[in-house]
C-alpha cells in the first residue's frame, strides 16, 4: 500500500471513531485507543527492508548515449 493511501485509511479509521465517540456508542479512552490502533495499522511506515524489492539500491544512469 502506499503511503498515501495508508494515511487516507487513517483519516477515514478515526473519522468513524470519532463519530462513534459523537454518537455517544464508544467512551473517550476507548476512541482514543482505537484511533492509536488505526495509527499502528494504516499510517505507521512498514520497515525499510520491505520497501527495497531487490535487497540493494539500484541507479539509473541517465543523459547517456547508448553504446553503438
Keep these: 500500500m502506499t503511503t498515501?493511501?495508508?494515511l487516507?485509511?487513517?483519516a477515514v479509521w478515526c473519522g468513524a471513531m470519532g463519530w462513534l465517540w459523537s454518537a455517544q456508542m464508544?467512551?473517550?479512552g476507548m476512541a482514543?485507543?482505537?484511533g492509536a490502533l488505526g495509527l499502528g495499522l494504516f499510517a505507521?511506515?512498514?520497515?525499510?527492508?520491505?520497501?527495497?524489492r531487490g535487497g540493494e539500491l539500484r541507479y539509473v544512469?541517465?543523459?547517456k548515449q547508448p553504446i553503438s
Design 4 to 6: 498515501l493511501f495508508r
Design 8 to 10: 487516507v485509511l487513517w
Design 26 to 28: 464508544m467512551g473517550a
Design 32 to 34: 482514543l485507543t482505537a
Design 44 to 52: 505507521w511506515p512498514g520497515s525499510t527492508t520491505r520497501r527495497r
Design 61 to 63: 544512469e541517465m543523459a
